[in-house]
């Protein structure tokens, strides 16, 4: 048996996450700060992977540390860029104002990577709901999070 993320498996694990937050409301409305999160979590485990492969060249090629360090911050280096804001062990420490905060996520991370957010640059996490409450809430982000925290979405780890 596989130890791998099917797409049936991700269909299963979405679904649930979205029911766990969404109380009485609509899953469609939900579907767009759920996808957000997913996206961010898939862009940052490949981002790490592939980061972890260029440090091992660079040692292996003897640079210095600081060296290396300079060139991991380079954003032409890598097919996407994620922004240190943007870094999942930053993301999931941020516990308050998660709200404000992947706004301001998503925004650097369109801006050093022209063109990949599309439509998900526009989520408003700051969306009021009819009766003047957050549509969603600062505890839900911090449970999305936590629940994508448990997902390793690298290519080796999907079998779709």
């Not at 549509?135 to 390793?152: H, Q, R, Y």
Request: a neutral charge; hydrophobic letters at 35%.
């Amino acid at each position: 048996m596989s130890d791998k993320l099917t797409s049936e498996g991700l269909e299963r694990f979405l679904d649930a996450t979205c029911d766990a937050i969404r109380g009485d409301r609509s899953a469609k409305e939900f579907k767009e700060y759920v996808i957000a999160i997913l996206f961010l979590k898939r862009l940052n485990d490949r981002f790490n992977l592939e980061r972890e492969v260029r440090r091992n060249k660079l040692i292996a090629k003897g640079l210095s540390q600081s060296q290396i360090e300079e060139d991991l911050g380079r954003r032409e280096v890598y097919r996407l860029f994620v922004p240190k804001i943007a870094r999942w062990d930053k993301v999931k420490q941020q516990k308050e104002g998660l709200n404000a905060y992947l706004t301001q996520v998503f925004a650097e991370t369109e801006d050093k990577n022209r063109g990949c957010l599309g439509a998900l640059n526009d989520i408003n996490f700051n969306k009021i709901s009819e009766k003047g409450d957050k549509f969603i809430t600062n505890s839900d982000l911090v449970k999305l999070i936590e629940d994508f925290d448990k997902l390793i979405l690298t290519d080796d780890h999907l079998d779709f």
